[in-house]
């Protein structure tokens, strides 16, 4: 009965670590791509920005 409940209880830890490990790769690509969706705005606002003042 002892043998039986550590591997349950080693199922349980390696789910866990499968779902923490996910939510980590998840968050990784999240910040990942806020980052850049920020950077590209900034671009595009110094490029209008630029472009309003070479018009005028």
Do not use: G, P, W
Request: charged letters at 30%; one cysteine or more.
């Amino acid at each position: 009965m002892l043998k039986r409940n550590d591997n349950c209880h080693s199922k349980i830890a390696i789910i866990i670590a499968a779902i923490a490990t996910i939510t980590a790769i998840a968050t990784t690509i999240t910040a990942f791509l806020v980052i850049r969706e920020k950077k590209r705005k900034k671009q595009d606002k110094e490029l209008d920005e630029y472009l309003d003042c070479s018009i005028q």
